[in-house]
């Protein structure tokens, strides 16, 4: 059993900086996040826009926040106690370092659960508001003469009275045009259309009703989808043999929190010889590049192979850190 001051002692030291290092992340992150999307609209949201773009952007920042924040707190807790000489005291009374390493594990559970609720449904929601109010956005556009606004990987540009767009392999001019909303991105009604194609053909209709999609695949994210409607859209894809990438997406969402305990108590056996920034840089860094490089080789490692690097690379990491 764990001895319940030694508990309340290592909660203490861990809560505020645990907050501190949350918030900082979400800031820095979500700043960035929002720089970014705002770079890729044609034309700047108003107050009606701008707030639901700022709440998804955040959102979608909360769980890699919340697991460096627990991961830092962690770590800033252990070496407080350090500094206090109170790990020093804790092992003249016999207590053992597995003891100590179980306990720093078990206090990053609460942020693991919270994590995991972010991973299946509040990350997905945020990136579905993002993407909405993106699509919102454009079909606010109003081409102007004096300058061609971008929609996706459409260029558009008013010609006089007309509408000149193109995508680089299309290209043509409308009479009459409108902007509308559709999943994915945005529909164009076109009227009276001239167009020209790559090969040198030239076509005329009277109405073309053209998909403006903002993302490459022009259909919702798997990662704007909820762990339910994701599920649901396994049953089709795995029916066409397509279905790997969706069901590691819903494993990395259970994975992630599941290693945050067992990279909390890394931090932790880190952070008793060095100092806490460079070993909770190094494992949230390091996660990253992992989790990355099965992303990308994800045909050649395998479900199960990602899933055993990502665990095992945790807890051997863990095992290392307490046996220094």
Do not use: N
């Not at 106690?81 to 179980?102: H, N, P, Y």
């Not at 008793?272 to 909770?280: A, H, K, L, N």
Request: a positive charge; hydrophobic letters at 55%; aromatic letters at 6%.
């Amino acid at each position: 059993m764990l001895p319940t001051p030694l508990v309340r002692l290592l909660v203490r030291a861990t809560v505020t900086p645990a907050l501190l290092i949350s918030g900082m992340a979400v800031l820095l992150l979500g700043l960035g996040s929002l720089a970014q999307a705002l770079l890729v609209l044609s034309v700047a949201p108003g107050p009606a826009l701008l707030l639901p773009l700022v709440a998804g952007v955040f959102g979608s920042v909360l769980p890699v926040a919340l697991g460096v924040g627990v991961v830092g707190g962690v770590a800033s807790g252990i070496a407080r106690l350090r500094d206090e000489r109170a790990l020093t005291a804790l092992a003249a009374i016999g207590l053992a370092r597995w003891r100590l390493a179980v306990l720093c594990g078990l206090v990053a559970v609460p942020g693991a659960v919270v994590q995991a609720g972010l991973t299946h449904f509040g990350e997905p929601w945020a990136r579905a508001l993002v993407r909405d109010t993106r699509i919102d956005v454009a079909t606010l556009i109003r081409p102007d003469g004096r300058r061609p606004v971008r929609v996706g990987s459409w260029w558009l540009a008013e010609d006089g009275s007309a509408l000149s767009f193109t995508d680089g392999r299309v290209a043509g001019v409308a009479d009459g045009w409108a902007l509308s909303r559709r999943e994915g991105g945005v529909l164009a009604e076109l009227s009276g259309v001239d167009l020209a194609l790559a090969d040198g053909t030239s076509l005329r209709a009277e109405a073309v009703s053209l998909p403006l999609a903002l993302q490459r695949s022009g259909r919702v994210h798997i990662f704007e989808r909820s762990t339910p409607d994701l599920v649901r859209q396994l049953r089709v894809s795995a029916g066409l043999a397509r279905d790997r990438y969706e069901r590691w997406t819903l494993w990395k969402r259970s994975i992630l929190p599941l290693i945050l305990p067992a990279l909390a108590a890394a931090a932790a056996g880190g952070a008793r010889r060095w100092g806490e920034g460079p070993v909770v840089g190094a494992l949230v860094l390091g996660t990253w590049v992992v989790i990355r490089l099965i992303d990308a080789q994800l045909p050649l490692i395998g479900l199960s192979g990602g899933t055993a690097i990502v665990l095992f690379g945790a807890l051997g990491s863990a095992f290392w850190a307490w046996r220094q």
